[in-house]
């Protein structure tokens, strides 16, 4: 068994702000069975001013858009170097997910911002990041990449939820797809209603409305839900579909803040139902679902939500707060480790790639110190030159 010290950073399409989890994985290498137990976590806010560049991201120039990759690479390395200077914690390495500007996966590309070398100049532990870039070269989506780090980590839920920006689903670690939208409209709905709020605090402003059932059959029947996983989404897909129907000139705020939030419910038991099947061994047993991430904790809709699956026999999972809060930045913490122990971290059962693949490119810090456990360190060093003696090159990229 070898015990490993990492953190890992999440930035959704919600803009809450940057997601910090620091966690202690235990594992067996060879047998590949592992464990883990949050030590520390914590979200810290965008500023406005944050907010609004990484919010108009997509619209800038060229020039503008390097500029801001490298800026949040110098924002991701000050906010993680005070964050492990808090409690001088020690930590074995660092994995961030980046911020996503462009998803287009039909194109074969996807952008996160955080330029990593710029990052790892504040670190002194290696860093990992750009976890998507060789699925999509692979032939994948690149996405979602939670279910590869569940199969491991959550091997005893039957289905993982996670309601961030875009809500996904990964179904026994081998099988996952992005189902819908969510928190990214309702946060720019309720910043129409109220330019002060940041979010529809507990529901509130849906459950005083109204479901209009034309509006919610255009929503139902998005083309993008009649095709078959592997599939993911992007915001330019949400600004494309989504935000044109929701025309608040036709329709009340809390019309459709209400409508939306059925349409969540709608989708999420879909996708819920369509794979929940018994466990073999007990056909009596209702399967289970966990369910995370910042829709989580809007009442509201988690109140409908549980209702309708109930309704399909689908228990809800208690967790506890820390892993709804920070079980995608867990997860990315644990595919940065297995990037460094030269373990596959992507699953193409779920990303629909030719093949499962070590993703994440390694930045090194520095000016390292032995904070790097020697057994991350050893371990990582003995693969690579294992690795390096492959000469095995996927067909697609052959002369």
């Known amino acids: 068994m070898a015990t490993f010290h990492g953190i890992g950073v999440m930035s959704g399409t919600s803009l809450d702000g940057l997601d910090i989890c620091f966690a202690e994985f235990t594992g067996d290498i060879e047998t590949d069975v592992w464990s883990y137990r949050i030590e520390k976590a914590k979200t810290v806010p965008y500023t406005d001013q944050w907010r609004e560049r990484l919010k108009t991201s997509m619209k800038v ?26 409690d001088e914690i020690k930590v074995d390495f660092i ?31 290696p ?7 060789k699925d999509l070269a692979l032939g994948g989506h690149g996405a979602p990449l939670a279910p590869s780090g569940e199969r491991y980590l959550f091997q005893q839920t039957d289905i993982c939820i996670n309601l961030g920006g875009i809500a996904n689903i990964g179904v026994r670690g081998s099988q996952g797809y992005d189902v819908c939208p969510c928190n990214i409209v309702f946060n720019r709905l309720a910043k129409l209603h109220n330019s002060e709020l940041k979010y529809d605090k507990d529901g509130q402003i849906a459950s005083m409305g109204v479901v209009q059932i034309d509006l919610l059959k255009k929503l139902d029947e998005l083309d993008f839900y009649k095709l078959e996983s592997p599939k993911s989404l992007g915001m330019e897909w949400i600004i494309q ?5 929701l025309d608040d000139t036709v329709y009340t705020i809390h019309d459709l803040m209400r409508t939306f939030l059925q349409h969540v419910v709608n989708k999420i038991t879909e996708a ?38 109930n309704e399909h026999g689908i228990v809800l999972q208690e967790t506890d707060e ?66 390096s003696l492959s000469t095995h090159i996927p067909p697609q990229f052959e002369n």
Do not use: W
């Open 241 to 245: 579909h989504i935000f044109p129907l």
């Open 322 to 387: 820390e892993t709804i809060n920070y079980k995608e930045a867990l997860l990315f913490a644990f595919l940065g480790l297995r990037c460094l122990l030269g373990l596959e971290n992507t699953c193409s059962g779920v990303t629909g790639s030719s093949r499962d693949s070590i993703s994440g490119s390694i930045h090194q810090p520095v000016n390292p110190i032995a904070s790097c456990s020697p057994t991350l360190q050893d371990r990582f060093n003995h693969l690579m030159r294992q690795r």
């Open 61 to 86: 120039s060229g020039e503008q858009l390097i500029q801001l990759h490298v800026d949040y690479g110098h924002y991701i390395g000050r906010t993680v170097k005070a964050f492990v200077e808090e």
């Open 272 to 309: 819920c139902a369509a794979n929940s099947q018994p466990k073999e061994d007990d056909h009596n047993c209702r399967p289970t679902v966990l369910i995370t991430g910042g829709g989580a904790f809007n009442k509201y809709l988690m109140e409908i939500l549980t209702s309708k699956l």
């Open 127 to 133: 860093y990992v990041t750009n976890f998507r870039s």
């Open 95 to 125: 994995a961030s997910h980046g911020h996503t500007v462009f998803h287009q996966p039909d194109k074969g590309f996807t952008f996160q911002l955080g330029d990593g070398e710029t990052t790892a100049a504040y670190l002194i532990s």
